[in-house]
Nanobody, 115 residues
Framework: QVQLVESGGGLVQPGGSLRLSCAASTTSSTHVMGWYRQAPGKERELVASITSGGNTNYANSVKGRFTISRDNAKNTVYLQMNSLKPEDTAVYYC??????????WGQGTQVTVSS
């Protein structure tokens, strides 16, 4: 299991920006790090993921607005969220997968987009 600690959520107006950070207790070249989100009454969904080599994957709903990045030396993954919309409101969870198996979840951080 990998321990994950998130930070950076909060309240922002539509069109604003937030940056989420997630520090992992350990990482390896086999770990895919990512962000999921869960809105009230909805299933948890993948927002973005990144391999140790920097290959990224995004949900269609966030392409062009969100950017995931990773600092392997610091065991940290980031999610830069721009042009935020009310529908981005959710609890955001950091995640680590290894060969398709989830091996760590963060505690979640609330992102609220509202005027």
């Amino acid at each position: 299991q990998v321990q994950l600690v998130e930070s950076g959520g909060g309240l922002v107006q539509p069109g604003g920006s937030l940056r989420l950070s997630c520090a992992a207790s350990t990482t390896s070249s086999t770990h895919v790090m990512g962000w999921y989100r869960q809105a009230p009454g909805k299933e948890r969904e993948l927002v973005a993921s990144i391999t140790s080599g920097g290959n990224t994957n995004y949900a269609n709903s966030v392409k062009g607005r969100f950017t995931i990045s990773r600092d392997n030396a610091k065991n940290t993954v980031y999610l830069q969220m721009n042009s935020l919309k009310p529908e981005d409101t959710a609890v955001y969870y950091c995640n680590v997968r290894r060969f398709g198996v989830h091996i760590g979840w963060g505690q979640g951080t609330q992102v609220t987009v509202s005027s």
